[in-house]
């Protein structure tokens, strides 16, 4: 609404001067995450968009497989990510719709098997299962791993989870971060809904991990 993120696809010259000034005012690599469209999607518009992020200085490019309107509706349309890797010189993560290895390794590749992308962005999938981007690297790299099933085998990583959190944005916002997370570690569990309203309800590290203690014994 405020014409920022994807809605930057609609002025793909101000997308490229904002890439080109990013480049030349940090010594880190720029890299953008997008869209294919803002409403309808449009081939040439999204073309001349990314060519124009590429010469601006864009070292990666990230694409959601769904226009800005659609948000998280209908199904990711992953043609369009694979016409982006098509057209740059520079790296095409694809992102979308990933929620098991089976189809990490499907979409790392078109189904021509003509276009590889350089990698998969993993997001919603993984809230309450981050062990899938270990399941999915070791689908990829052919190696055996089995993630934890048990709730109680789950908490020391839900544990570690929450201190990163803390760790990283103090004790008040870090544990606001985590009730999103905390109540999808949690969704499969008997008696989930008045569990999650405890931990939602705790004001600090000690109490959110009793908590967890108090699950994860009686699971």
Known sequence: KSEQGSALIKNSLLAAE??????????????VKTRPGYGNYDEKQFVDFLK?????????????????KQGFSGTANWDQIYLAKSILKIPVI???DITSPQIATERLRSSDGKITLDGLMIGR???????????????????????????????PTIKKHLKLSIKNLGEKI??????KHLSAYIKDVPNASSLRQNLIQASNLKETLQILDKIATSS
């Open 125 to 155: 999938a993984t809230f309450g299962n981050p062990w899938l981007l270990k399941e999915i690297y070791s689908k990829l790299n052919r190696k055996r791993y089995l993630p934890p099933k048990n709730l109680s085998k789950k908490i």
């Open 52 to 68: 124009g992020l590429e010469s601006a200085g864009a070292k990666l490019i990230t694409i959601h497989g769904r226009t800005t």
């Open 174 to 179: 870090g544990l606001m971060e985590m009730r």
């Open 18 to 31: 904002i890439v080109h000034t990013l480049s030349k005012a940090v010594k880190i690599p720029i890299s």
């Open 94 to 96: 694809g992102n979308g």
